[in-house]
C-alpha cells in the first residue's frame, strides 16, 4: 500500500467508475484525474508496471489467488470480466470495490485516532 492520498484518489476512482459503468480505468485517469501521471496499470494503488508484481493493493485484498487484479473472485476482476455493455454488473463491482477502500481508509482513520488518544493519554 502507497499512502493515504492515493488510497483516497482509488476510492474517488472506484465510486466514479460505479457512476459511469460505460468508462473503464484508462479513460479515468486520462479525462478525469489529476495527477494520474505517474499511475501503472492505471491505478493509483500500484507499485509496479505489472500487475504480478503489484502489490500496492495489499490491504485491500490480501488472498494467496492474487492480488486484487489478478484474484479472479475480486469484485475489480469480475468488474473487468463484466465488460462495458453489462451496466448493471460493472456498477454493481465497482461499487464493491469503492467499499473495500473505505473499508480500509476507516481502519486507518481509526488506527490514527486511537494512537493520537494514546499520545495524549501519555
Not at 1 to 25: I, Q, S, V, Y
Not at 37 to 56: D, I, M, Q, R
Not at 81 to 97: C, E, L, T
Request: proline share 5%; with cysteine.
Amino acid at each position: 500500500m502507497k499512502g493515504k492520498d492515493e488510497l483516497t484518489h482509488f476510492k474517488k476512482m472506484w465510486t466514479w467508475l460505479m457512476a459511469h459503468p460505460a468508462h473503464d480505468r484508462e479513460y479515468y485517469k486520462q479525462h478525469v484525474a489529476d495527477q494520474a501521471e505517474e499511475w501503472h496499470n492505471n491505478c493509483p494503488l500500484s507499485n509496479s508496471k505489472y500487475a504480478e508484481n503489484c502489490t500496492g493493493c495489499q490491504l485491500l485484498w490480501d488472498s494467496p489467488q492474487g492480488t486484487l487484479c489478478t484474484d479472479p473472485s475480486t469484485p475489480l476482476y469480475k468488474w473487468e470480466d463484466a465488460g462495458k455493455y453489462q451496466p448493471d454488473k460493472r456498477s454493481f463491482y465497482a461499487s464493491q470495490v469503492a467499499m473495500l477502500a473505505i473499508h480500509v481508509s476507516r481502519q486507518l482513520e481509526r488506527k490514527i485516532a486511537s494512537c493520537k488518544l494514546r499520545k495524549a493519554a501519555a
